[in-house]
Every structure is written in structure tokens, then in C-alpha cells.
């Protein structure tokens, strides 16, 4: 970076509105924490029992819930815990912006099962539509009256400057008031769901240091 | 006639993963869309290819499945006389 660009770029950063980290939850190994504090803990278990547990003790009634692929279980469990008792009434101005490395490669490993033997083949309809992983926003946005800005990206690895950035630049740029960021990973079982609130409330600095560390906690 | 039913209530609970759903609460003639069970397209979808796995039945206009699948009671019959397997 040249001396004039870095320049301008500390000018916009300093001039820019500060975001914080409000509220944030991890989903891992049976255990569901939020603010670092656990919630919920389920060990030695499947996912299929474990979130099945976690639906139960979190009082949700959304029959739905059971209909969706482990992906969605996975990150409807996280965002309920940060967007319960927000409004549902669609003036919810808050974005999605979620990312993992797997795509939807578990529920696409399942649903090719279903059409790899010519004399049984049933491909499943219910399946099939949780075959990309954006649908698990779509379960969330259903749930929660979202009318808002929703994107998923695919990386190698958790990529705490690209949270960082993308939900500064939409609060920035006033295309929501709050950004859900989601790691939500899924592939054979092996599970781990980091979410949490940015907006420009108080909390916790919006810094790639601090998303990483909530991130490791 | 209400072994097919009975059967029928299990598979549905089971394919459609109604968790919350027991076999007692499905009545014959409760509507599976709708203000009954719930149902929405992919459930349907879903049941199209139920009839043609578990009894080889095949639905050449899914539209039919409006009258097929209005209740327990109404699939029931539909398989009982159109069945192959």
C-alpha cells in the first residue's frame, strides 16, 4: 500500500461509525455457548440427537425446525439464540452474512446417494432443496421476517477480516441497522457454528483480533 | 382397508419428519395441506414419490394429487386400487 493510499484509508477509518460485537454464541462438540457462558451441553451423542435436544430445551415451537437439513438445524440453532425476542413484525433490519467451507456438501453427499443406484432410484424432493448452503438463510429469514440483505460465501478457512469488513461496509453504507455474521460448518457430523451481532451499539470492538479470539474461545 | 391407513400415518410421520405429530392425532379425514397436518409443496412432492417406492404407483399429472392426497382416507383408497406392489 503507498503512503498516500494509507493515508486516505486511516483518514476513513477514523472517520467512519465504530461497530461493535453485541452478542455472539458458538455450537460445537455438544455444547452451545453464548457470550462464552454455556447454555446447553449434550455430549456423546449424534447431531441428529444433539440438535434435537437443543431444539427442545431452547422452547422454540417451529415444527419446520425438523424438516431441515443438518446445515440449517446447525445455524437456525445459532441465530435463534441471538434473534429471539427481536421483533417479528418484518422491521427487523438485519443483514446475513454468513460463510464456511463445506458449501452444502453434507445434504449433497445424502441427496446423491439417493440417485447413484439405477434400480432404486427415489431422489428425494425435501432433499434436494437443501442442496446450497444460502437455504439455511432463507430458514432464518422465514422464521425471523427478514426482508433483508443476505449473502454466503465459501472460503478454505474462517475468515475473521472478510466478516469484518463486509459487515462494516453494510452498516456503513445503511443497508441494515444490525449484521448476523455466521460460520456454520457442516460435513459428516463434524460440526461448529460461530455467530454473532454487529451493529453500532456498545460492546465488544469490531476488530478481525477480537472475531478471531471470540472465534478460538 | 385400516391396516393401509394405519400404515399410511406411519410413513407420513416418518418421511415428512411431523416429530411433534403422533399416529393417534391423524384422523381419517383431517386435511393433510392446509389447516390439518400442514403440509406444504416439497411435502407433497415428497408423497408423489412415496406412492411410487413403497407402491409402485405413478403419478403421470401431479395435479392428481390434489384429490389423492386431500386425507388419510382418500390416499388409502386411491392406493388400495391402484397399487402394484
Known amino acids: ?217 | 382397508m385400516e391396516a393401509l391407513k394405519q400404515e399410511l400415518k406411519e410413513k407420513i410421520i416418518n418421511v415428512l419428519n411431523l416429530e411433534d405429530i403422533a399416529v393417534e392425532d391423524v384422523n381419517d379425514n383431517d386435511a393433510l395441506f392446509g389447516d390439518g397436518l400442514g403440509l406444504d409443496s416439497i411435502d407433497a412432492l415428497e408423497l408423489i414419490v412415496m406412492l411410487d417406492k413403497d407402491y409402485g404407483i405413478k403419478l403421470a399429472d401431479p395435479k392428481e394429487g390434489k384429490a389423492i392426497f386431500q386425507s388419510i382416507e382418500t390416499m388409502a383408497k386411491y392406493i388400495s386400487e391402484n397399487r402394484t406392489k
Open chain 1, 1 to 217: 500500500m503507498g503512503a498516500a493510499t494509507q493515508q486516505w484509508y486511516l483518514k476513513k477509518q477514523a472517520m467512519a461509525d465504530k461497530h461493535f460485537i453485541t452478542d455472539y454464541c458458538t455450537i460445537e462438540k455438544g455444547r452451545i455457548k453464548r457470550n462464552g457462558q454455556e447454555v446447553f451441553a449434550a455430549s456423546d451423542t449424534s447431531f441428529a440427537d444433539f440438535a434435537k435436544q437443543a431444539y427442545k430445551h431452547a422452547e422454540t415451537e417451529y415444527s419446520k425446525f425438523f424438516k431441515m437439513d443438518n446445515l440449517s438445524k446447525l445455524s437456525f440453532l445459532a441465530a435463534d439464540l441471538l434473534l429471539k425476542g427481536q421483533p417479528l413484525d418484518g422491521s427487523n433490519n438485519t443483514a446475513l452474512l454468513f460463510a464456511n467451507i463445506s458449501s452444502s456438501l453434507d445434504t449433497d453427499v445424502k441427496f446423491n446417494d439417493s440417485i447413484s443406484d439405477k434400480d432404486n432410484y427415489f431422489p428425494s424432493p425435501a432433499v434436494f432443496v437443501y442442496t446450497l448452503p444460502n437455504i439455511c438463510m432463507g430458514e432464518i429469514s422465514i422464521r425471523y421476517k427478514l426482508y433483508t440483505e443476505n449473502s454466503f460465501f465459501i472460503f478454505e478457512a474462517f475468515n475473521p477480516e472478510f466478516f469484518a469488513n463486509y459487515a462494516a461496509i453494510l452498516l456503513d453504507t445503511s443497508r441494515a441497522d444490525k449484521v448476523l455474521c455466521g460460520w456454520v460448518e457442516f460435513f459428516k457430523d463434524d460440526y461448529k457454528a460461530f455467530m454473532y451481532l454487529v451493529s453500532k451499539e456498545s460492546g465488544t470492538d469490531n476488530t478481525i483480533e477480537n472475531i478471531q479470539l471470540l472465534y478460538n474461545s
